[in-house]
Antibody
Framework: QLVQSGEEVKKPGESLRISCKAS????????IGWVRQMPGKGLEWMVI????????RYSPSCQGQVSVSVDKAINTAYLQWSRLRASDTAMYYC????????????WGQGTQVIVSS | DIQMTQSPSSLSASVGDRVTFTCRAS??????LNWYQHKPGKAPKVLIY???SLQSGVPSRFSGSASGTDFTLTISSLQPEDFATYYC?????????FGQGTKLEIK
């Protein structure tokens, strides 16, 4: 399973790191992705990282806006912002990319991020 | 980047109905197409992978098919727990984009 960190309420300009801890499977076998759902909107594929070598692929809309990392020692992936904006308000899901069709087969419960002054 | 277009954006149906969702890719993606169900307050759940393969544990009333760049998800007989939003996703070329979703509502 994937267990994400809890809800965050932050101000514009602040930094933030949210986490996604894996258990029950080999963390280095599968890529871990992040998916965003902004209020009233659909799912948006943001970024994916290979825990083996931290190879990372961003969507064009997220490139330069967020960064991802992993800590293999504790089977945890991170999504972070250096300067939050109100438009970062969203639900963020981490998910495991499975081998079957490269679909996201295991999902975290989601982390709500609220950015408001 | 590959664009995924779902239709309709919303759909009203009754328990027991047969419903079909459509997803079109902007270019050829082979069968690298996945379908997800998303309910409010829950994490999305994969239903179909590789266009037509049923994910383990998913009821057999769900099925998927492909024809060129057009893909369909069919629910053969709607159950009360099926009312949700459904998304397609291509996993052919990164970024592995989602469609905009189809919201299935109770008639």
């Amino acid at each position: 399973q994937l267990v994400q960190s809890g809800e965050e309420v932050k101000k514009p300009g602040e930094s933030l790191r949210i986490s996604c801890k894996a258990s029950g499977f080999s963390f280095t076998t599968n890529w871990i992705g992040w998916v965003r759902q902004m209020p009233g909107k659909g799912l948006e594929w943001m970024v994916i990282i290979n825990p083996v070598d931290s190879d990372t692929r961003y969507s064009p809309s997220c490139q330069g806006q967020v960064s991802v990392s992993v800590d293999k020692a504790i089977n945890t992936a991170y999504l972070q912002w250096s300067r939050l904006r109100a438009s970062d308000t969203a639900m963020y899901y981490c998910a495991r990319q499975g081998s079957k069709g490269l679909a996201f087969d295991i999902w975290g419960q989601g982390t709500q991020v609220i950015v408001s002054s | 980047d590959i664009q995924m277009t779902q239709s309709p954006s919303s759909l009203s149906a009754s328990v027991g109905d047969r419903v079909t969702f459509t997803c079109r890719a902007s270019q050829s993606i082979g069968t690298y197409l996945n379908w997800y169900q998303h309910k409010p307050g829950k994490a999305p759940k994969v239903l179909i992978y590789a266009a037509s393969s049923l994910q383990s544990g998913v009821p057999s009333r769900f099925s998927g098919s492909a024809s060129g760049t057009d893909f369909t998800l069919t629910i053969s007989s709607l159950q009360p727990e099926d009312f949700a939003t459904y998304y397609c996703q291509q996993s052919y070329s990164m970024p592995y984009s989602f469609g905009q979703g189809t919201k299935l509502e109770i008639k």
